[in-house]
T-cell receptor
Framework: GAVVSQHPSWVICKSGTSVKIECRSLDFQATTMFWYRQFPKQSLMLMATSNEGSKATYEQGVEKDKFLINHASLTLSTLTVTSAHPEDSSFYIC???????????FGPGTRLTVL | AQSVTQLGSHVSVSEGALVLLRCNYSSSVPPYLFWYVQYPNQGLQLLLKYTTGATLVKGINGFEAEFKKSETSFHLTKPSAHMSDAAEYFCAVRRPMDMGRRALTFGSGTRLQVQP
């Protein structure tokens, strides 16, 4: 099946700093990628839909100025958590849609810890 | 709007016993249904999915699920649990017309424990 990677797999940062997370589709082109957030022992909650070449679509309650999404190419989407605070600590997971099919493929996730 | 309810946040079974994880959905149209498994600190892996056709769907690792429209259910089963099945399981739904454009709606998850 298709492979989606995320980098880094984990990151620890100080409060107030910004963190960039990359999501790459390794063997297919993805016009649409999705960013989810998962708090401990909870389900995945959709944050935003990332569309190549256009602005991301954010879910209600997600601050677009805090969670910057860039989908500059068909294989890369980035999520930047700006001015991170401890409450932003979470597991961030991306997924990419295979344009040849109807399936989403998930990355391994990035664990963000903000001190 | 669509939603997914997973009954039981924790399920514990003995090794070799039947696994039954429950999932009920709510959707304005017959949806596509998915089961994913998540191991600690990892992303999601697709176990199986139902789109159209046969209502009994077989997936990887010996899991299967049956779509029952009358009960709006898509329960996940495995005849004999293995220690390696211990993980978090998520049921998800998406409307057919949304395929690819919109993300999945996930249930709250069920943590499966397998006792030796």
């Amino acid at each position: 099946g298709a492979v989606v990677s995320q980098h880094p797999s984990w990151v620890i940062c100080k409060s107030g700093t910004s963190v960039k997370i990359e999501c790459r589709s390794l063997d297919f082109q993805a016009t649409t990628m999705f960013w989810y957030r998962q708090f401990p022992k909870q389900s995945l909650m959709l944050m935003a839909t990332s569309n190549e070449g256009s602005k991301a679509t954010y879910e209600q309650g997600v601050e677009k100025d805090k969670f910057l999404i860039n989908h500059a190419s068909l294989t890369l989407s980035t999520l930047t958590v700006t001015s991170a605070h401890p409450e932003d600590s979470s597991f961030y997971i991306c997924s990419a849609r295979d344009p040849g099919g109807n399936e989403q493929f998930f990355g391994p996730g990035t664990r963000l810890t903000v001190l | 709007a669509q939603s997914v309810t997973q009954l039981g946040s924790h399920v514990s079974v003995s090794e070799g016993a039947l696994v039954l994880l429950r999932c009920n959905y709510s959707s304005s149209v017959p949806p596509y249904l998915f089961w994913y498994v998540q191991y600690p600190n990892q992303g999601l892996q697709l176990l199986l999915k139902y789109t159209t056709g046969a209502t009994l769907v077989k997936g990887i690792n010996g899991f299967e699920a049956e779509f029952k429209k009358s009960e709006t259910s898509f329960h996940l089963t495995k005849p004999s649990a293995h220690m390696s099945d211990a993980a978090e399981y998520f049921c998800a739904v998406r409307r057919p017309m949304d395929m690819g454009r919109r993300a999945l709606t996930f249930g709250s998850g069920t943590r499966l424990q397998v006792q030796p």
